[in-house]
């Protein structure tokens, strides 16, 4: 069983509200990712990260925005939900081992912004 | 741009049967090739990975090709059962990141 855990796991939330889905992982893993997952099953990446202060954006634009203060810790910030929002999120994590290692996902958060 | 192509999205067969799963990659710098199968209200869990060193891999009744000249691989599950039905995910890592196919919901009748 990974050791990353996202919370909350459901949100429903009103539009214009601002909102912070969090993911934390016990495993010291450098590279941590936000994947957003649509109905139709597929993963893009909106947000990645290699370690400590460093944040990139991934392949899927998008209006949230993340932090990466700590190692374990890399929160993702909604400022003002709309319900284009609404969408599955998945956090994971993975060392940096050379480049090219499993990655571990979190149970995901399912958001809807109504 | 840099992306993954994954075929067929949906994938019945029956129990005992196998089953086989595509996917097409278009950076052929890539060298780690992961494939993660999802269970409803889960994340995707690991299931096996091959790297560009390796043609073939296999792992009781999962296996996986690598063609890299092609730029394809491949994911064989022999002797299916009704827990092997999921969401099947390929990927690939390009420039660092990994790139997802688009998935396959494979579904194994008893």
């Known amino acids: 069983e990974a050791d990353i855990y996202q919370t909350p796991r459901y949100l429903v939330i009103g539009t214009g509200k601002k909102i912070t889905l969090e993911c934390s992982q016990t495993m010291g893993h450098d590279k941590m990712y936000w994947y957003q997952q649509d109905p139709g099953m597929e993963l893009h990446l909106i947000h990645y990260s290699y370690g400590v202060n460093s944040t990139e954006k991934g392949d899927l634009s998008s209006e949230s925005t993340v932090s990466r203060i700590r190692t374990e810790h890399f929160p993702l910030t909604l400022e003002s939900a709309r319900p284009s929002h609404t969408s599955q999120y998945l956090c994971a994590s993975s060392s940096l081992g050379g480049g090219n290692t499993e990655a571990f996902f979190g149970q995901g958060t399912r958001l809807t912004v109504v | 741009g840099e992306n993954v192509e994954q075929h067929p999205s949906t994938l019945s067969v029956q129990e005992g049967d196998s089953a086989v799963i595509k996917c097409t990659y278009s950076d052929s710098a890539s060298n780690y090739f992961p494939w993660y199968k999802q269970e409803l209200g889960k994340g995707p869990q690991l299931i096996i990975d091959i790297r560009s060193n390796v043609g073939e891999k296999k792992d009781q009744r999962i296996a996986v090709t690598l063609n890299k000249t092609a730029k394809h691989f491949s994911l064989h599950i022999t002797e299916t059962q009704p827990e092997d039905s999921a969401v099947y995910f390929c990927?690939?890592?390009?420039?660092?990141?990994?790139?997802f196919g688009q998935g396959t919901e494979l579904s194994v009748k008893p």
């Open positions: 990927a690939a890592s390009i420039g660092g990141k990994l790139i």
